[in-house]
Nanobody, 115 residues
Framework: QVQLVDSGGGLVQPGGSLRLSCTTS????????MGWYRQAPGKQRELVAR???????NYADFVTGRFIISRDNAKNTGYLQMASLKPEDTGVYYC?????????WGQGTQVTVSS
């Protein structure tokens, strides 16, 4: 019954920007930490950013100062605003909601940074 839908990915040039969205079903979103993860070709999935239910954030070192994670609990939606994109940011980006029992994942949205 819990479903996450990622959107907003696409092809951008280096230095460009994208905003990813994560829309969740049900009413659990506002109670838990949500995060964004990414997986580049041939690499393991890695944490990009997290935001708690109260709005506290933390970021991976490689995106600090370039990406902003946010959430709108009233809309059950999370966001990742990405700027100054680099080719190494290319990958599939997944949103996640972390509960006390398990982590729920979105289907992923492709971000490609290339000239």
């Amino acid at each position: 019954q819990v479903q996450l839908v990622d959107s907003g990915g696409g092809l951008v040039q280096p230095g460009g920007s994208l905003r990813l969205s994560c829309t969740t079903s049900g009413s659990i979103f506002r109670f838990y930490t949500m995060g964004w993860y990414r997986q580049a070709p041939g690499k393991q999935r890695e944490l990009v950013a997290r935001i708690t239910r109260s709005g506290s954030t933390n970021y991976a070192d490689f995106v600090t100062g370039r990406f902003i994670i946010s959430r709108d609990n009233a809309k059950n939606t999370g966001y990742l605003q990405m700027a100054s994109l680099k080719p190494e940011d290319t990958g599939v980006y997944y949103c996640a909601v972390v509960t006390d029992i398990r982590t729920y994942w979105g289907q992923g949205t492709q971000v490609t940074v290339s000239s």
